[in-house]
């Protein structure tokens, strides 16, 4: 790669006035205009959209739509209180559940554990296995050797199950926790997206153009090949969102994730377990919820995809 | 072909030791003592833990006691579990035959349905079969596998009375059909998906157009020219699939009370069955990268253009 850049950087001085392209009249729009313009008039992602932002809002402000508190218990009055559907946005609209709390209170307040989960754990894996697909992509050689083996030992342990085992080191279990857990297990795939685009996206005219401007690595990677080469990532990362959700809750409902004091959907979910028989809406409510935030982000990822790669359509 | 299989088998052994290192390394750092649990509350005998560390390897660096294991795992002994006094690998044999079963049935639906349901809707691209084929893997995808359980528990066993709402008998492949489906539906739904875009793409190729110009029946255009352009996505898919399958396996054996290694493997975990859950996940890093391998032989029989040399 030095040789490389020698090389660029010879051919540099030897030309060094560059005459000055003349600004094209028309700015072709660039990929990412276009995508926004496709976006807007897909009815799925108006419709993901606005489900998320409502999603956001709740998790941010579960106050806004309730006021009753959602670790309030009355075993005397509420024992599994059915739900009484016509009482819109009232405490007893999902029923209660096994401790005589309000489903409709959980529910609301459960959203902020899994969102805050999921946006987490995709920035995480984003930063680290963009960085990491970036650098092998980039430098190739034995170094790409040995990141591409290191992702291939993360890759071969399935994420549940080294969760679990991660998580089961963590005797004082936070949301942080399982953020962390479902981080170090999950960049693998994001890892392989970034190099597979950068490798791509290393050979394009524009990359060798600036190489023999002499621009330095840094700015060839971040102002040249990022750009061009996060497409892809960006699609896997918002669809990976809604499974992270789902990763949180799995584990949440194994007993392994959230510890029981936080209010989240994967723990009511756990506790409506054990009255599935009797009071089904105890369990129906929080899996309701927890299903409709994973579809809201499958389906913005797949708009998403559909705007960012034509090929697909 | 044979040098090829050779270097990937080479290139396999890092990929080997680095996971089984890693799981080593985290599963030993699990908090708690398994020597001084043997005692419970009573007060330790510590020249029997002494003993027992010993015999153990406890009290080696990990990095000794994993060259250890290795060297063990080699010659087929994956040591005996300090908490139940079993033979791993007797616990394994016992476990493994029933997960290796679900897997199947569940392989076997996604492999039957979501083909069928990608045909049905690659086939048929825009009109309302394709539609909804879409909105159904799009809720199949969307509703966790736990929660998948408990609707399909609650409308077949407890609704319907098909099947009685857990496994009573893990060796009876019959009883495995539910929770083989509901192991195998958010896979089935991707394949459905994947299959679908690939055939739609496909279709459009050049050499369709020429099998339809010559006069070949739509059978034998669909079924050899179409499918096998169409699979190797598909194919790719399935062989990652296996590892996120045994991970599945974890939630749906427990759910159904079915007795394979997630179960095992789960009990483990939380008994700090440390040899137990080292042993089980060693063999299901072999298993994925067994198949990941197959995988990549496997395209070159489905696309004539890929040969290795």
Known sequence: MPETLNKASAGAAETPAVTPVPVAAEKPRSLWSDAWRDLRRNPVFVISAVLIVFLLVVAAFPGLFTSVDPDHADLGKHYLGVPSYSHFFQEDWFGYDVQGRSIFARVLFGARASIIVGVCVTLFVTLLGGLVGMLAGYFGGWFDSLLSRITDVFFGIPLLLGAIVVLNAFTHRTIWTVVLALGILGWTQLARVMRGSVLTVKQADYVQAAKALGAGTGRIMFRHILPNAIAPVIVVATIALGGYIAAEATLSFLGIGLPPSTVSWGNDISSGQTVIRTAPHVLFFPSAMLSLTVLAFIMLGDAVRDALDPKLR | ?309
């Open chain 2, 1 to 309: 072909m044979g040098r090829y299989v050779a270097r990937r088998l080479l290139q396999m052994i890092p990929v080997f030791i680095g996971t089984t290192l890693l799981i080593f390394l985290m599963v030993y750092s699990l908090p708690g003592d398994p020597v001084r649990a043997l005692w419970g509350d009573r007060p330790a005998d510590p020249q029997a833990m002494a003993r027992l560390r010993h015999e153990y390897w406890f009290d080696r660096p990990v990095l000794a006691q994993y060259w250890h294991y290795l060297s063990n795992v080699v010659t087929g002994d994956f040591g005996t579990s300090f908490v139940t006094g079993r033979k791993v690998i007797d616990v394994m044999a016992e476990t493994f035959p029933v997960t290796v079963r679900l897997a199947l049935v569940a392989f076997a639906v996604e492999v039957v349905v979501g083909l069928s349901l990608g045909l049905l809707a690659g086939l048929n691209r825009g009109k309302t079969w394709d539609k909804l084929v879409l909105v159904i893997t799009l809720l199949l995808i969307s509703i966790p596998i736990f929660v998948l359980g408990f609707i399909f528990q609650t409308i077949f066993a407890d609704q319907l009375g098909w099947v009685t709402p857990t496994v009573q008998n893990s060796d009876d492949i019959s009883q495995l059909i539910l929770p083989g489906v509901v192991l195998g539906s958010l896979s089935f739904a991707y394949i459905a998906r994947l299959s679908r875009t690939s055939l739609a793409e496909n279709l459009r190729a050049d050499y369709i157009r020429t099998a339809i110009a010559k006069g070949l029946p739509r059978r034998r255009v669909v079924g050899v020219h179409l499918m096998r352009n169409s699979l190797i996505p598909v194919v790719t898919f399935l062989g990652t699939d296996l590892g996120a399958l045994m991970g599945g396996a974890i939630v749906t054996e427990g759910i159904f009370n079915v007795h394979g290694i997630g179960n095992t493997l789960y009990r483990s975990i939380n008994q700090s069955d440390n040899a137990t859950v080292v042993g089980i996940v060693t063999i299901l890093v072999i298993v994925y990268l067994l198949s990941s391998l197959l995988v990549d032989l496997l395209y070159a029989a489905l696309d004539p253009r890929i040969r290795y040399a």
